[in-house]
């Protein structure tokens, strides 16, 4: 048991890096910072939903100072818009638009009018009969 907690131990010290993940030292002053260091990555998705009939996606990959992409997307109209982009140092984003498939609109019908046959909903029938507040002296009247 004891072997165990010995290889345990000397297995967790040398699982602790050397560095302290903040150097503070002054020979870490002379190393380049990690954002001066050039961006290398790839990614893409997609969506595709014919229940909600979403259709999208994206991929892009950087190596250094360039970037090149493209992302697509299903427009209501049916066709697929699709943008093929670069951007290569300070050149700026350029861009390129395609449409694949042809638009289509479904014919216009107009909803039927409902047929609207208000029945009355309050009928007042009086409650309060007012009755005057004085009585004709029989002298007078």
Do not use: C, W
């Not at 009086?126 to 002296?137: D, E, I, M």
């Amino acid at each position: 048991m004891k072997v165990i907690i010995v290889l345990v131990l000397v297995a967790a010290v040398v699982a602790v890096p050397l560095r302290p993940p903040h150097d503070y030292s002054p020979a870490s002053a002379y190393t380049a910072p990690y954002y001066q260091v050039p961006a290398r990555y790839h990614f893409n998705y997609g969506v595709k939903d014919g229940y909600s009939r979403n259709d999208y996606g994206h991929q892009e990959t950087r190596d250094d100072y360039g970037t090149k992409g493209s992302y697509f997307v299903q427009l209501p109209d049916g066709r697929l818009q699709k943008v093929t982009y670069s951007v290569s140092g300070d050149s700026g984003f350029v861009a390129e638009v395609t449409y694949y498939g042809q638009a289509h609109y479904p014919a216009y019908k107009p909803a039927p009018a409902p047929a609207y046959n208000p029945a009355p909903a309050y009928n007042p029938t009086p409650a309060y009969k007012p009755v005057p507040a004085y009585r004709p002296s029989p002298v007078y009247g």
